[in-house]
């Protein structure tokens, strides 16, 4: 299989400056909001259009658990200082779901359900990009200064980590059958 990174953005760029010309929704929009958010890509990765309060002194963007993404929020974490040519991901989660966020600057996201691959170029504080579990993610192309913020729907614990990418397909495949026989 080819590396995630050579991956095309294909439909992810147009969706983006349809959001782009839309007016701020200043109450931003639901996750599961089909008629916004209904670029589902083929993952199950999709981007989230969050709250935007437009001021002079500054923007603000807020994101609530289970309101603005469709899990509680139970931890915080940022990638800063990423060296340019580096990536990181590199692994799956068994049961976690997150919303990646480029708080500043952007970088891409590549991601595969093991069936899909997708890769979204994220370059704006008030888009998430949810990512549910089971997905193999990752990140590169970070622009200089650019952090991620990663909102997690669980704790840290290393059990949830897949990190072997042949033990990703070869789980994913087996959930899809168990779906597929069901
Ligand atoms: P990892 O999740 O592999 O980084 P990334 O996917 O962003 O490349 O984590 C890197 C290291 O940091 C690993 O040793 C575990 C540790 N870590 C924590 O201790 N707590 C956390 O919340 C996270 C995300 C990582």
Redesign the pocket.
Known sequence: MAPLSTVQPSAVEPYLVDVDRRAPHPLGRRVDDQRVNARAGRTGCRIVDLPRVADPRGNLTFVEGDQHIPFPIA?V?Y?YDVPGGTS????AHKQLEALIIAATGSFDVSVDDGVHQERFFLNRSYHGLYVPRMTWRELDNFSSGGVCLVLASAV?EEDDYVRDHGEFLAAAHAERAEQDAA
């Open positions: 931890r974490y990638l990181r991901g590199g692994h840290y």
